[in-house]
């Protein structure tokens, strides 16, 4: 079922690959100067970038960053994403903008495993109905929105925009991409991998990177006993498939 969350890739560093490339190869090469920059070709890039990044030197990866519009997902996901310290974010405020609710299921997230109980569904619609009556009732009784906001649930659904170099991206998908991460977040995460894959200047880094949760990155898991059951083989075909799509920009 959708979950109604939207991740779009809307803008990252021009020339991405090659601007890493080109970065890392003042240290390796005595003739680097800054105009080779425009001299960089797709056939440089795969001669150095893989090989560089199989030896760890990931720092590289901080000279491009991408930006993402994450919106319709909750504030519960939104806190988790916000942990992540090495990116920039603007949210949504819930100060300025005042929540002109409609419909419970736009205005909330309510996760799968409730709407598959049908005598809990109901009573969360309810609940929630009654907490954007509540909210309406305040602001309508004078409560400024940024009081009135107390009253809403964390799945109150936000919009932010979030802006992470290539290093911080890889870590956040090595954490929140593994399924012992939350499925909302976790959801968040693979569509971002999947706005990648569907861009073909982009695309590339997925593999040479190791872009995607830990077991991924790291060639075990990790979280050893906590690993839920299957999730190796799960996953690994899910970057494969991931990996096979075709790009689309
Ligand atoms: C499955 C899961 C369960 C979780 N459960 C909880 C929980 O119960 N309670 C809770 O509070 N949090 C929880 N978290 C959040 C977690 O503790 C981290 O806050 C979050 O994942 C951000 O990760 P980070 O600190 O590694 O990375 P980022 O903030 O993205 O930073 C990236 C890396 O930069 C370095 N770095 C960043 N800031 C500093 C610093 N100040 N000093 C030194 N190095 C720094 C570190 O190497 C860090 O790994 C959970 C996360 C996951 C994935």
């Not at 590289?60 to 930006?67: K, P, Q, W, Y």
């Not at 903008?97 to 005598?119: A, G, H, M, Y």
């Not at 040479?208 to 075909?237: D, F, H, N, V």
Request: with cysteine; aromatic share 10%.
């Amino acid at each position: 079922m959708d979950s109604g969350i939207r991740v779009t890739l809307v803008n990252y560093t021009k020339k991405p690959l090659e601007t890493v490339t080109w970065a890392a190869l003042i240290s390796y090469w005595g003739g680097w100067e800054s105009e080779a920059f425009q001299r960089m070709a797709g056939k440089d890039v795969e001669m150095h970038l893989p090989r560089i990044l199989g030896y760890g030197h990931e720092s590289i990866l901080e000279h491009a960053v991408l930006t993402f519009a994450i919106e319709g997902c909750s504030r519960v996901c939104s806190h988790q994403l916000v942990r992540h310290r090495i990116a920039s974010y603007t949210q949504q405020s819930q100060r300025y903008i005042k929540l002109n609710p409609e419909d419970v299921e736009e205005t909330f997230l309510i996760p799968e495993s409730v709407k598959q109980r049908p005598e809990l569904y109901g009573k969360w619609k309810e609940f929630l109905r009654r907490a954007i009556e509540l909210y309406e009732e305040s602001y309508g009784a004078g409560v400024h929105q940024e009081d009135a906001r107390f009253i809403l649930p964390q799945a109150v659904r936000t919009r932010i925009v979030v802006t992470m170099n290539l290093r911080e991206l890889k870590h956040f998908l090595g954490l929140r991409a593994c399924e012992r991460a939350q499925w909302e977040i976790r959801e968040v995460a693979w569509k971002m991998l999947g706005e990648i894959a569907k861009n073909e200047e982009l695309r590339p880094i997925i593999k040479w990177a190791k872009l995607g949760p830990r077991c991924i990155q790291l060639g075990y898991c990790p979280e050893g006993k906590l690993m839920p059951s299957g999730c190796w083989k799960r996953t690994k075909e899910k970057w494969k498939t991931l990996l096979s799509s075709k790009p689309t920009v």
